[in-house]
T-cell receptor, first 113, second 112 residues
Framework: NAGVTQTPKFQVLKTGQSMTLQCAQDMNHEYMSWYRQDPGMGLRLIHY???????DQGEVPNGYNVSRSTTEDFPLRLLSAAPSQTSVYFC????????????FGDGTRLSIL | SQQGEEDPQALSIQEGENATMNCSYK?????LQWYRQNSGRGLVHLIL?????REKHSGRLRVTLDTSKKSSSLLITASRAADTASYFCLPAAGAGGFKTIFGAGTRLFVKA
């Protein structure tokens, strides 16, 4: 049981490049979410999903796309990277949002030059 | 959506002392969760207290909840250097209460 796995752990991109951050969980959780954390701050919700085929926007969705084709995977795509997207990205999953604890991955540290 | 506000923003104590951090929120909740984040790592769930509970313990952790004051506190007894981390509270509205919002947290530093 690996929990929530995020790849890659580190990535450097140039402005304008696109990339996909991967997130997988093996706990059969329905709810998955993506957050970004900037230095000294809390986590801000980017997108979330309540099950396969269902996604919705969080607090800061601009510049990001998500899809949920399976229960296990919830990739986050940066369409055209900008320096303002330099951050640490965390993926989390839960049996149900709002009633059960969330399990977090160890994050992807992304730098946009 | 619902957001908790942690207080103080930062706390520095000696090993062996107790650490208390507080959380306030604005609307009705189903439960309130506390998380810890060690430097460079993801958040780890510590404890969940439901709205009909007033106090909950887990090892050296004690959480209280006062729904009339819309506040919660996390007490860590006999702190250790390994407790150095950021602590976040998450007031949750229950199923369907989406758009989870984390506050800035309390940064705890335990000096050895």
């Amino acid at each position: 049981n690996a929990g929530v796995t995020q790849t890659p752990k580190f990535q450097v991109l140039k402005t304008g490049q696109s990339m996909t951050l991967q997130c997988a969980q093996d706990m059969n959780h329905e709810y998955m979410s993506w957050y970004r954390q900037d230095p000294g701050m809390g986590l801000r919700l980017i997108h979330y999903s309540v099950g396969a085929g269902i996604t919705d926007q969080g607090e800061v969705p601009n510049g990001y796309n998500v899809s949920r084709s399976t229960t296990e995977d919830f990739p986050l795509r940066l369409l055209s990277a900008a320096p303002s997207q330099t951050s640490v990205y965390f993926c989390a999953s839960s049996y149900e949002e709002g009633t059960q604890p969330q399990h977090f991955g160890d994050g992807t540290r992304l730098s946009i030059l | 959506s619902q957001q908790g506000e942690e207080d103080p923003q930062a706390l520095s104590i000696q090993e062996g002392e107790n650490a208390t951090m507080n959380c306030s929120y604005k609307t009705s909740i189903n439960n309130l969760q506390w998380y810890r984040q060690n430097s460079g790592r993801g958040l780890v769930h510590l404890i969940l207290i439901r709205s009909n509970e007033r106090e909950k313990h887990s090892g050296r952790l004690r959480v209280t909840l006062d729904t009339s004051k819309k506040s919660s506190s996390l007490l860590i007894t006999a702190s250790r250097a390994a407790d150095t981390a950021s602590y976040f509270c998450l007031p949750a509205a229950g199923a369907g209460g989406f758009k989870t919002i984390f506050g800035a947290g309390t940064r705890l530093f335990v000096k050895a």
